[in-house]
């Protein structure tokens, strides 16, 4: 079916940048990870409780960069340097989000996010922003809730946003209490990362179940900030957590390189009102390339009713299914770094 090569295309075009490029891998990390807070005394403490504001960017990119020190312990025997820890996907997507304005106001009646006004706030009127939110505090809470950060449930608190606060949880208690199946689905892979017997493969099977679980039940509650975006940034947005799903059939294994690499062929700015793929003029071929095919596979994905979905995951329930999807890539692979990536 045409969903298959597609999505092998979108795959491949991140691939295809060569993983040799840094020399070091804190080249890789996201933006400002030095400057961020990394350990729990880095932030206020009120109360009793830690206090994070979760709305500042350096703020909430330290409860990544704890949340990775924390777990570095379980990822030993895969490689050193905490480089397969596959929670790098977290930071670096919101990295991402953050180097392409993507958290801020995008109803410009504030000056959050942007560069002439409060850089390192995120605006709770950002649709990325507030997807992101729960990509990081459940993570983190279920984290703390199974014993892994070093400190009990009722430590650490998160600040609420300026409004719409109802829609957020600050606790781990209040998260358990008004998110309790995502909680549960990431305390799930905690309890899976603290067994010695865990595979790598079993651990990508849990981290995704609990991701795809939180976006799937989430879009709908900040369906409304999508007024604010422009046609095409809607599209991408849409079409973006609907390939999520594909590329989590697979287990994509979302640790630091391959990360890092697979987001230089994401949208470096946000997307106006004109911008057409493949034919955008400031984008690379590759981003081009994968933007149109991200769109073309949420087309695909709307005409059947999500029945290219269902069968992909069929055809990926097997190891050995996932294990060859990603040997034909490679072999794909070295016949189109030539073609595509020289051109740029």
């Known amino acids: 079916m045409a969903f298959l090569p597609l999505l092998a295309c979108i795959l491949v075009g991140c691939f295809s940048v060569s993983l040799a490029e840094a020399s070091n891998l804190s080249d890789l990390y996201p933006p400002l ?92 009127d950002s649709w990325w922003a507030d997807m992101n939110y729960f990509l990081c505090a459940l993570p983190f809470f279920a984290a703390v809730d199974s014993g892994i950060m070093g400190i009990s449930s009722d430590q650490v608190i998160l600040l ?22 995502m909680m549960r689905k990431w305390n799930t892979f905690y309890q899976h990362l603290k067994l010695p017997s865990s595979s790598f493969e079993d651990l990508l099977k849990y981290l995704w179940a609990a991701h ?42 979302t640790n630091l390189t391959l990360t890092y690499e697979f987001q230089k062929c994401m949208p470096p700015r946000m997307l106006v009102n004109g911008d057409r793929a493949p034919f955008i003029s400031d984008f690379t071929e590759l981003q081009n390339g994968v933007l149109f095919g991200l769109n073309l596979l949420y087309d695909v994905d709307n005409s059947t009713g999500s029945l290219s979905l269902t069968i992909w995951k069929i055809l990926m329930r097997t190891q050995a299914a996932r294990k060859s999807v990603l040997e034909v890539l490679k072999i794909i692979l070295e016949n189109y770094n030539s073609t595509f990536v020289g051109n740029e």
Not at 41 to 54: F, T
Not at 228 to 246: C, D, M
């Open 212 to 253: 795809s679980f939180t976006l799937e039940n989430l879009h709908k509650t900040f369906e409304d900030r999508l007024e604010y975006y422009s046609e095409p940034e809607v599209r991408f947005g849409k079409s973006w957590t609907e390939a999520v799903k594909y590329i989590g059939a697979v287990r994509f294994p």
């Open 33 to 124: 990870w030095k400057e961020s807070p990394g350990q729990f005394s880095d932030y206020r403490m009120k109360n009793g409780k830690y206090v994070i504001d979760p709305w500042v960017y350096p703020e909430r990119m330290g409860i990544y960069k704890i949340l990775l020190s924390q777990t570095a312990r379980y990822f030993e025997k895969f490689a050193p340097g905490n480089e397969q820890n596959i929670l790098w996907g977290l930071p670096l997507q919101h990295g991402w989000q953050y180097s392409t304005g993507r958290l801020a106001d995008p109803s410009h009646k504030t000056d959050c996010g942007y560069e002439s006004g409060d850089h390192s706030c995120i605006s709770v």
């Open 160 to 181: 609420p946003p300026p409004k719409d606060q109802k829609n957020f949880c600050l606790t781990v208690e209040t998260c358990r209490s008004s998110f309790p199946e």
